[in-house]
């Protein structure tokens, strides 16, 4: 079974930084794509950053330049690192993880980000 664990949430003031881990259960190069969604308060959960089994990255508009995503395939890990982060910006983050035939996602229990104006 694959679980998915996030870490390093937390509260910071606005303009700081934060790094969350996300460690699976076995190896990540199974996966086709990982990356990180988040969800605020009253919004939809929206993709934030995704990075593929090859490297290949991508970015909503509104993290491009702040958030960069990694991948540390001997851990089994990925990260997601925020810079510059803003109000905007607190919500809860989760984990994902996606294999193609069959197509099957995966999601880890979420961790807190809250950025203090």
């Known amino acids: 079974q694959v679980q998915l664990v996030e870490s390093g949430g937390g509260l910071v003031q606005a303009g700081g930084s934060l790094r969350l881990s996300c460690a699976a259960s076995?190896?990540?190069?199974?996966?086709?794509?990982m990356g990180w969604y988040r969800q605020a308060p009253g919004d939809q959960r929206e993709l934030v950053a995704r990075?593929?089994?090859?490297?290949?990255?991508n970015y909503a508009e509104s993290v491009k330049g702040r958030l960069t995503i990694s991948r540390d395939n001997a851990k089994n890990t990925i990260y997601l690192q925020m810079d510059s982060l803003k109000p905007e910006d607190t919500a809860v983050y989760y984990c994902?993880?996606?294999?193609?035939?069959?197509?099957?996602?995966?999601w880890g229990q979420g961790t807190q980000v809250t950025v203090s104006s």
């Open positions: 994902w993880a996606l294999t193609l035939m069959p197509t099957t996602n995966y």
């Open positions: 990075i593929s089994s090859g490297g290949s990255t």
């Open positions: 076995g190896s990540i190069v199974r996966f086709n794509v």
